[in-house]
C-alpha cells in the first residue's frame, strides 16, 4: 500500500495488526530501521502476515522478500506500506515484479468523512441515467467551497480552524520536501522545491506546461521535469494522461495535473473562503480548477474499492474541446466526466461530451457534467447533469 504521509495507511495497518495478532515492523523507527538494513532476512522472517511500515526506507528489504517467496509464494504474506510510489524504487521493481499487489491510499473520500461507501463511479460505469434520479441536492456553494478546501488529509481535517490548517499544511510540505524527496534523490536546488510545488498548484486542473513551470521557478527545463517526477513519487502531485482512440493520440497530447488533495492545493493557491465570499475575480477563477481537481480526486479514489477495470485519461480535441475525466473499461466503453464551478449548465459547454458521444457511438455509456446546482436532469441522449454532491451521496 502506497500513499501520501498520513493519509492513514498507519492506522490501516494498525487495522490488521488487530485482526492478526501481528506486531507492525515500523522503519520510521531509527532503531528498527537499522536492524532492518542489517539483516534484512531477519525482519521479513516471521510468522505470516508480516507487516512492514514505511518500507521505502529499506529497500534492500525487498529483495529479502523475494528469497522469501521463491520458497512459499502464498498469497498475504507481507502487507507493506511506504510513502513512495513503488515504481520509483529501482529495485523495487526489479525484486518483486508479478509477485506484487498495488494499492494507492489517498486522502479519505468524502465518502468516507461522512462514514458510507460511495458508489458513484459504478453507477456511472453501470447506468449513468439512475443518477438523475437520485433527488434534489441541499448542498450551498459555501459548503461546497469547505469541503474543497478542507480536502481529505485526516490531521488537517481535525485543525480546528483555516489558519491552524494552513500551519500543517505549511509543516507538511517542508517535511515532504526535507525529508522524502532527499531520500529518493539528492537534489541540488532544494529551495526550489516549494515554489515549483506553488507553480504547479496554480496549474492544477490545466494541462502541465513545464517549461512555464520551470521558467517562473527558476529551473531549467530539464531539471524542472526530474523535480516534477520526485514531486509524483511522493504524492504531492497526480499526472492524469492524455486520452485517445489510438496510442499515438493519447502519446501526441500533454497530461493534466492535478495536486494530490484540493485542500493542499487550496493553500498554495492562497484561496481562502473569505476571498471567495468576497467574489476576489482571481480566487474565483482559480476556483473552478480546484473544484475539478477536487471532483476528480473523489471519482479516482472510488477506483480502489470498485470491482471495475478502468483506465483514466482527459479528452482534449484538435480545436481544443475537452473533457475533463475519461473512464474506459476494459472491454472498450467509455464515460465521460465534465466538472463546472457554476449553478447552471449551459449547451455550449457540453458540446465537447456530444461530440465525443457522437464520434464513439455504442461505446459511449454516458457523460456526466458535475455543477454547484440543486437538481440533477438529463440534457440529451445519454448526457446528464449532475449536482457535484452526488459523487459522494
Sequence with gaps: MS??????????????????????????DLVTRQVAVNDPGLIVSGESPVLIDEFQHVPEILS???AELNRDLRAGRYVLTGSTRYATLPRAAQSLTGRVHLIDVLPLSQGEICGHRETFLDA???????????????????EYAERVLGGGFPLALSRATPAERGRWFRDYINVIVTRDVLEISKIRQRSALPRLLRRLASQTGQVLKIAEAARDSGLEQSTADRYITLLESVFMIHRLPAWGNTLASRVGHLPKVHLIDSGLAGWL???????????????????????????VGEILKQLSWSDHSVEVGHFRSHDDQEVDLILETWDGRVAAVEVKAGS???????????????????RFIGGVALYLGARAYTFDERIHVVPLDHVWR
Design 3 to 28: 500513499g501520501p504521509r498520513t493519509a492513514g495507511k498507519s492506522t490501516l495497518l494498525g487495522q490488521l495488526a488487530a485482526q492478526s495478532g501481528q506486531p507492525i515492523i515500523d522503519l520510521d
Design 64 to 66: 529479502a522478500i523475494k
Design 124 to 142: 456511472i460505469l453501470d447506468e449513468p441515467r439512475q443518477l438523475v434520479t437520485s433527488g434534489v441536492s441541499a448542498t450551498s456553494r459555501e
Design 269 to 295: 493557491m492562497g484561496i481562502t473562503p473569505e476571498k471567495l465570499a468576497a467574489k476576489n475575480p482571481a480566487a474565483l477563477t482559480e476556483f473552478g480548477h480546484l473544484v475539478e481537481t477536487f471532483a
Design 344 to 362: 447552471r449548465v449551459t449547451g455550449p459547454s457540453l458540446k465537447a461530451m456530444t461530440t465525443l458521444r457522437d464520434r464513439l457511438g455504442d
